[in-house]
């Protein structure tokens, strides 16, 4: 790392960002950036990094570099390609067998345009005072759409998420370029704690991890309290299918180190932790790396900048325990004891972590402070909703075309999401629902779709923002099954301290697991549902009374699903094994093989360019004769 000085004033920072932007944006000779977030990483950037290092060494003209996540998990792995005066370049899906290609067409112009996914216009950090567009000058390449005139792209407004697939997150000074640690040094020499904490209010910002607390009052509660404060960010996430902390740790550490630092000035603390789950080893690395180039420039540790300010900052990671991420059991196990919540009439920022006051924030919620800070309190509160301002990081997961993390401002419909950002249903396939809010999030029906997605809205069909993951489901998904997935989930990781908790969702499960299997009886809906209510009104914690959300919702919107299952012992959507069976449709069947050629049991038999047989004796009911078949031959009975 270069620049081993202390910082000491904000004209320190911009001598660092003057050297860094030109590296950024007018690299001499070719700069390569190949995504290396896990979502990279297992799709291949790996192989193709280590290639393009070994067949391009540094010295030569071509530099190789890593990046984080650009949100667009699909089509990685992802590589940017540019040069001064030439168009910065997309490619996707670039292997190993393809990187030396890419990059040694890209060097003698020519792109490969079949794998580009898009160029970029203005590639500048929304924290950058350079009014200049550094693309102004560059001519594009015809027929290749700009990144942000792409569907996935062209609703987002990428605020916690700014600096993802744009820097190096093992470079303090690349984040520096892009105007990072300027609002932290702004508020060290020029702001009072009340004005920090009042701006925060004013945005409107309410906590991105799941109960949508307004930041900036639980900012001042704290700060009331007498004693030592903390500050805590959760990165303890562990919803099915989200990943949204997970990225921005990966690829922009030092956004939360900020973010931190400024809560920290705030609230008048000297202490923060960062508590990751144990399953996120990159976010770790890279957190190791960004907390030791800060101390190394003086951005933390004792007496900042040469002012009475310290700060200093631990990692701590959790044994993957999902009731981890709610703040009274995240605590408990920061102090190293069993990670169990508490009963909330005492609050977190009066008694927290080792009984002081404690703020604790999410990730993203910490990764938008320093832009709320660097462009105003009103900026903010202009986007989003009334209730609901700025911008929500969601990841789409499920049956959608576009997988990936988006950044969308709040009160976007779900119907935009869904068919505009995520590209709607892959195979034509109709949609269902979508399950906000992670495994204790409400299943939404296409009836909503028009519903704009904020705090208010979505709690007025039964569902919660939670931490911003989006389960995508399609008609021949069954509903029944889909609950009784996500309750088996929330049981296991329930920490059983409470009776309604504990003892509840397990009766919720098995009634569930009976439905599913055929045995459901008459009034189990309403013992499902009375034992919901029981649930969410005596829980402890917010998993316990969250957990029933998937199963009263699914009963509220498809409670035909769940009478068919009991009452006609069929499953709708052919799901439920023990209440359907596979069929040949003999008119439809053209007898092209494939079913019996796909089938692992050998139960299909039939002569080429003829009715095909089903031996029911022989089907596991494994479904891959169905979705084989192109004709909708086979049935589901």
Not at 317 to 343: D, I, K, Q, W, Y
Not at 518 to 543: A, R, V, W
Not at 564 to 586: M, N, Q, R, S, W
Request: charged share 25%; net charge neutral; aromatic share 8%.
């Amino acid at each position: 790392m270069q620049g081993e000085g202390k910082i000491q004033s904000v004209k320190d920072l911009e001598k660092i960002q003057q050297e860094y932007s030109k590296k950024l944006y007018y690299p001499d000779g070719i700069k390569v950036n190949i995504g290396m977030a896990s979502c990279g990483i297992a799709a291949g950037a790996k192989a193709s990094l280590e290639k393009a290092l070994k067949e391009f060494p540094q010295g030569n003209g071509t530099q190789i570099c890593q990046t984080g996540c650009i949100g667009f998990c699909e089509e990685e792995p992802l590589v940017e390609i540019f040069a001064g005066g030439r168009p910065r370049v997309i490619y996707r899906h670039i292997t190993a067998n393809k990187i030396l290609d890419t990059i040694q067409g890209y060097i003698q112009g020519n792109y490969n345009k079949k794998w580009i996914l898009g160029q970029m216009r203005d590639p500048r950090s929304l924290l950058e005072n350079n009014s200049e567009n550094p693309l102004s000058e560059v001519k594009p390449l015809e027929e290749i759409p700009f990144l942000e005139d792409i569907p996935f792209y062209n609703k987002q407004i990428k605020i916690a998420l700014r600096n993802c697939g744009y820097i190096d997150p093992d470079c303090i000074e690349e984040y520096i370029a892009r105007g990072g640690y300027r609002a932290f040094m702004r508020a060290l020499s020029q702001m009072q704690p009340a004005q920090l904490i009042n701006t925060i209010k004013e945005s409107g910002l309410r906590g991105r991890g799941g109960g949508g607390f307004l930041t900036g009052v639980k900012w001042e509660t704290c700060a009331k309290q007498p004693g030592e404060r903390y500050i805590i960010c959760n990165a303890d996430e562990g919803d099915p299918g989200a990943y949204m902390d997970r990225s921005i740790l990966e690829g922009d550490p030092h956004s939360i180190l900020e973010g931190m630092l400024i809560a920290g000035l705030a609230i008048g603390s000297n202490q923060g932790f960062i508590y990751v789950r144990h399953e996120y080893p990159l976010a770790v690395k890279r957190l190791i790396t960004a907390i030791k180039q800060t101390e190394r420039y003086g951005l933390l540790g004792d007496n900042i900048a040469g002012s009475d300010f310290s700060f200093h900052i631990k990692i701590s990671t959790g044994a993957g325990a999902f009731v981890c991420g709610e703040s009274t059991a995240l605590m408990a196990s920061l102090e190293g004891n069993v990670g169990r919540p508490r009963a909330k009439y005492i609050h977190t920022v009066e008694k927290g972590f080792r009984n002081m006051p404690s703020n604790l924030n999410n990730v993203e919620t910490f990764a938008n402070v320093p832009v709320i800070l660097s462009r105003g309190a009103e900026w903010h509160a202009h986007m989003g909703t009334d209730n609901s301002k700025g911008t929500k990081v969601f990841s789409l997961v499920g049956k959608i075309k576009n997988t990936g993390l988006v950044e969308v401002p709040m009160g976007i419909s779900l119907k935009d999401i869904v068919f505009t950002v995520g590209g709607g249903i892959p195979k034509k396939k109709r949609f269902k629902a979508v399950q906000t809010g992670g495994p204790s999030g409400g299943c939404i029906p296409e009836k909503f779709l028009d519903l704009p997605v904020d705090y208010q809205e979505l709690a007025k069909v039964g569902s919660i923002m939670g931490s911003g993951g989006l389960i995508f489901v399609v008609k021949d998904s069954c509903m029944v099954d889909v609950a009784r997935y996500f309750l088996d989930f929330l049981k296991e990781e329930s920490c059983g301290q409470c009776t309604p908790c504990r003892e509840g969702i397990k009766q919720m499960l098995d009634i569930l697991t009976d439905i599913c299997q055929g045995n459901g009886k008459q009034g189990d809906i309403e013992l499902l549902e009375e034992l919901g209510d029981m649930i969410q009104k005596f829980s402890l914690c917010g998993l316990g009374t969250s957990a029933p959300n998937p199963v009263l919702t699914t009963i509220r919107y498809f409670r035909e699903e769940y009478e068919a299952h009991i009452t006609d012992k069929k499953c709708p959507a052919g799901v439920c094994k023990a209440l359907f069976h596979y069929e040949i449709d003999e008119e439809a069947c053209n007898g092209c093989h494939l079913c019996a050629l796909k089938c692992p049991q050998e139960a299909i038999t039939g002569e080429k360019k003829e009715p095909h047989r089903l031996d029911q004796d022989k089907c596991i009911k494994c479904g891959i004769c169905y979705d084989a078949c192109k004709f909708d031959a086979i049935v589901v009975k």
